[in-house]
């Protein structure tokens, strides 16, 4: 888990971090003077920026603290050298021994790399190219109105292999896909799978609702029937208010088979279009029904459940409609002008093959090519100027 903040950034850190770096730069100048050798001081503080700058940014709590230890050691050395001790003086001679043959180690080794690097063959420029452009920010650049793929056809030279392949359109359960020869990528696998999956769940929720439908009917039947039993009447004025029990029905579903039995009692009608339920007063005013008033209409089982299949119905068209519109544009976008370009492409080299031969016979003259001598075969093979009839 990242830390919080950086240890660079912290102000304690840095100050003690600056406070070693200043120490360590004034002890080398103290050394240089004690031992008369402008050459160390400024060797001395070579390396004592190369190693503040090179750890600038270390994020590592052990290699800062293993730092900051050999700062201090090395700081503690120094003044033993601008005290003039001969074994703090011996072992900074011993110190800068290895350091320098290191470098010289290290600058052999870089001219050997250097002495071996070849230039890349010609048939590697065009992917090296490809490969700068893939690392360049400013080329990811993709919006979701203007995807990338639709970037299309592109010019023979941003090809990368020169060679221009072009898509075929499929369907992949209903997914417009683009083909390209070669094997599919990974990530277009992993997409395709992911939508695939998406389909497959409608439908397994699809059939579900389904079955739970028919559970719903016999709801709604059961209900239909507790109503016959509980003296439940049709209002005939279509209003709606609550029985002396404060039972509410349903006027969409099972409600045919509600017989009057009890008058005075009525059936609570309910429209799912409407959020406002009327209801009539002995006067026939209406008003709107109160949150808090009791009244807690509700669908009935099979019409809650029809509307969430609908819903379902509905996203999976809409899916399939963006999906058409994607290979309308695929076909008309990319595909069809691919194929346009590529027979172009295949007609201007054709074209060139053509100029080219047609070049070089016109080059060749009837004695062979110029400057050689025409062999036996060259000569039978030339027209003579004398009768081939008998003389």
Known sequence: MPRLLAPHKSGPHRLACLALFRSLLRESRHVGTATSSTTTADTLRSLVRYRFRKDRGLQSRPRIVHGLKAGHGFLDLLRGCAAKSPSAVDQLSKLLEQVALQAESTATYRRTLAARWKPPPLGRYAH?????????????????????????PRPLSEVKTGVRKVPNLILAQGVPLLKYPGPTPVLVNRILKEKIRWGVRKWEQHKDVRRRIQIAEWEDEWDDILAEEGNFVDDDDGGAGAGADGLLMEGDEGLGSVKPHVSGTRIRYYDPQNEVADTASATGASRKQQPGSGLKPRLSWTTHLRQVDRELELAVMERGKQYALLGNRYWHEVVVPERELKEQERKVRKHARRMERKARVQASSIFGTEGQVPGREDQDLQPSSVSSGFI
């Open 128 to 152: 090296l190219e490809n490969l700068r452009r893939v690392r360049d920010k400013n080329n990811h650049v993709s919006t979701p109105s203007a995807p990338r793929i639709f970037q299309h």
